[in-house]
């Protein structure tokens, strides 16, 4: 699989069916692969944090969830084939799990959202195995990591929002039981239906962002991240030219 260098980040050119296609392979071989989803704002955190930098570079797949980062691949002269949503990775794999008998866990949000969101799926796919469910608010790790090694399922939704969820993947990757995790942020969310993606209007033109934003206005701090991410991508490009 092509990775494409974004200063020192690396991102897979994939298209959203490679994604889920990777991800299926993975989940059937137990060795608690990592899928990392980064937007913009993780991949300026990235910059910013050595480790995380280094859990993503080491992630067996990683892709771009957000605009922010295709427009840096274009901007660096090698774009990316499209935007791979987390959430649609997520939605896509339901299906394949079902008809393959592979069972999934989701992990995080607040209590009570998982369990939604698990008998929303299960209205879609009935003879989906979900079998685990658990919050994303506790104290002891080892607890919920003995609770998903009792299920050993073969994929593993970890939606503890960025870069938390990034860091309980990668520093339980050798204690926990599963195919694959995926760092999902807020799509148990999505799917409980307690928060709403954005309409199409917004997903085409590439402004989910800016629906977010007018949705949790508390968001500006984090979203500077997208402008700041931009303009160190055009600085390093500018900089580096050809070499970029
Ligand atoms: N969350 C959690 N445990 C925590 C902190 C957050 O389970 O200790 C959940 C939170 O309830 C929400 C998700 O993580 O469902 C983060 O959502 P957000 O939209 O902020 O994700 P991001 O934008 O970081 O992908």
Redesign the pocket.
């Known amino acids: 699989m092509e990775k494409v260098k974004i200063r020192d980040v690396f991102i897979d050119n994939v298209t959203l069916e490679e994604a889920v296609e990777k991800t299926i392979e993975l989940s059937k071989t137990m060795s608690a692969n990592i899928v990392i989803t980064p ?1 913009a ?1 993780i991949a300026q955190l990235c910059h910013e944090n050595e480790k995380l930098k280094e859990v993503v570079n080491s992630a067996q797949l990683v892709v771009p969830d957000g605009i922010g980062v295709v427009m840096a691949s274009k901007i660096i002269g090698k774009p990316l084939k499209e935007k791979v949503a987390g959430y649609e990775v997520a939605k896509n794999l339901f299906p394949h799990l079902e008809k393959e008998n592979l069972s999934v866990f989701f992990f ?3 209590p009570g ?1 998982a369990q939604t969101a698990a008998e929303n799926v299960l209205k879609d796919y009935p003879n989906l195995n979900i079998c685990g469910i658990r ?3 506790f104290k002891d790790s080892d607890e919920i990591i003995a609770e998903i090694n009792e299920k050993e399922p073969n994929v593993l939704f970890v ?4 870069p ?2 990034e860091f309980f993947m990668f520093d339980n990757k050798d204690k926990i039981k599963a195919g694959v995790m995926l760092g ?3 799509s ?2 999505v799917m409980a239906g307690t ?1 709403k993606r954005a309409p199409d209007f917004f997903v085409r033109f590439g402004l989910e962002w800016f629906y977010r934003l007018m949705k949790e206005p508390k968001r500006i701090g984090r979203m500077m991240k997208l402008p700041k991410y931009l303009f160190s991508i055009i600085f390093y490009k500018l900089s580096k030219g050809k070499n970029a």
């Open positions: 937007n704002e995080g949000s607040k959202v919050d994303g608010y939606c503890l929002g960025a938390k969820q999902l942020g807020g148990l969310d928060v």
